[in-house]
């Protein structure tokens, strides 16, 4: 039931690098993770995180279905309580992750949560965020939560924007 499974790939140029994303499968879930690749090496350096303790109010994006739109790709997924959508796009060599939420009450936290999987990624990419905040968690964990995650009336949608882009070139 916890196997992890790699169903999809796309590779984003970024000067002389590529930055790569894999999605995989665990528990139903998808789950992407960023890497750099560089002289037919790859470089994992974040992973999304998506561990919680409680199922039906997960603090990171649950999704399940993805479409490959060409230039785009859309992710959604719902819980009992809240529908999730990402579109992922190249813009001026970031990848840019543009996430919705749904909610039909309020969930006890939102954000987009990654394992830092490598001490190099502060050298190698840069991280940019929209309508949230970036905390790092030590080394282990960066977590981008939206600013606005208080709505006054429920159903209410929140999103938040992030970009990636390299910074070696």
């Given amino acids: 039931m916890g196997e992890t499974v790699t169903f999809f790939s796309r590779l984003f140029s970024c000067g002389d690098h590529s930055l790569e994303l894999e999605f995989h499968k665990r528990r139903g879930q998808i789950e992407h993770r960023v890497s750099m690749s560089t002289d037919n090496e790859e470089h994992p350096l974040l992973q999304s995180f998506h561990e919680c303790e409680d199922e039906t109010q997960p603090p990171s994006p649950v999704f399940t279905e993805l479409l490959d739109q060409n230039e785009t ?3 959604t997924g719902a819980t009992t309580l809240a529908h999730w959508s990402m579109s992922i796009e190249m813009v001026d060599e970031r ?5 919705a939420c749904r909610m039909k009450a309020q969930l006890s936290i939102l954000e987009s949560a990654y394992q830092i ?3 190099r990624y502060k050298e190698t990419i840069e991280v940019v965020v929209e309508d949230a905040d970036m905390r790092e968690l030590g080394d282990r964990l960066v977590r981008i939560v939206p600013i606005s995650q208080q709505p006054k009336e429920y159903p209410a949608t ?3 924007r ?3 882009a390299c910074t070696t070139n």
């Fill in 73 to 75: 790709l859309f992710l």
């Fill in 95 to 99: 990848i840019v992750f543009d996430v």
């Fill in 117 to 119: 999987l490598s001490s």
């Fill in 158 to 160: 929140v999103q938040w």
């Fill in 162 to 164: 992030y970009s990636i």
